[in-house]
């Protein structure tokens, strides 16, 4: 089981704000979310967007980990799009934000979340926390905080999220407005992240799971899925299988070149 290890002080990797705080020991808690299944018989064609996507056509119904589950694969396998479709079913705003956010800057999400059914834990989110992460639409969201006011904006640390980095924006937002005991819907939350601020982000993970929080995570980040105890599910032309960690092309790959980097560099090049 994750998170059983004793209070400890959290690693800081160079960020102070974090390693000042102590993590808390992992919680057997229910899950908000226990799986989620296709209506498979309510879909008219398997050849239209988006179940003509590989991991889409042959979903039927996958199970979550209690506190942390991973979607990893490569590009258009339907990591994405799967995460999106159940945070709409969950009810949370399709561009990104908390369920009380409704703005909409360009409707550009699927129906899939008309066709899934979420098995749900005994928790509620009406008493927690949650909020879906979207890298790509994450200005969208700091510009509706802004507007929301100074009253919400202080919940995300009292600074404008467009003064600050990329990457800054997005850890203030790990660091201030995940409050724990929530549900977190993150969609390739490395994209703005440095590989430092990436083992930080563990650490960060890790105090909130021990409060009672449940992640679901789509990422290309072999730093992130390494979280001890996760579930891993792999998309790909063929579908969704569960993994280990040590089984993903992230691994395999960043291992091997890290350990061949100049011998790739070269059958690379020469290929090209």
């Not at 995940?178 to 993970?205: H, I």
Request: glycine share 10%; aromatic share 12%; hydrophobic share 35%.
């Amino acid at each position: 089981m994750i998170g059983g290890a004793p209070r400890q002080a959290i690693p800081s990797f160079g960020d102070a704000s974090v390693g000042k705080r102590e993590m808390a020991s992992s919680r057997k808690v229910d899950p908000f979310l226990r799986d989620v299944t296709l209506l498979r018989d309510r879909v008219a064609s398997f050849d239209v967007y988006p179940f003509c996507i590989p991991g889409v056509r042959s979903l039927d119904r996958i199970e979550f980990h209690p506190e942390i589950t991973f979607f990893v694969g490569e590009n258009a396998t339907g990591k994405s799009t799967l995460l999106e479709g159940i945070a709409v079913t969950e009810g949370f705003n399709a561009e990104g934000g908390s369920r009380n956010f409704n703005f909409s800057t360009r409707a550009t999400h699927s129906s899939l979340g008309e066709y899934l059914r979420l098995g749900k834990g005994l928790r509620s989110l009406k008493d927690s926390d949650g909020f879906f992460l979207r890298a790509e639409s994450f200005y969208n969201v700091a510009t509706q905080v802004e507007d929301l006011g100074p009253g919400l904006l202080r919940s995300y640390g009292g600074k404008s999220l467009h003064q600050l980095s990329h990457g800054e924006s997005f850890f203030a937002l790990l660091c201030d407005r995940f409050w724990g005991n929530g549900l977190y819907l993150l969609d390739e939350p490395e994209s703005a992240l440095s590989p430092s601020r990436q083992l930080s982000m563990l650490a960060v993970m890790r105090r909130l799971i021990g409060e009672g929080s449940q992640f679901l995570i789509a990422t290309h980040s072999p730093i992130l899925m390494a979280y001890p105890g996760a579930w891993i599910y792999q998309f790909s032309q063929q579908g969704i299988r569960r993994v280990e960690y040590t089984e993903t092309e992230h691994y395999k790959v960043t291992k091997s070149f890290l350990e061949r980097r100049e011998q790739m560099l070269d059958e690379l090049f020469r290929a090209d």
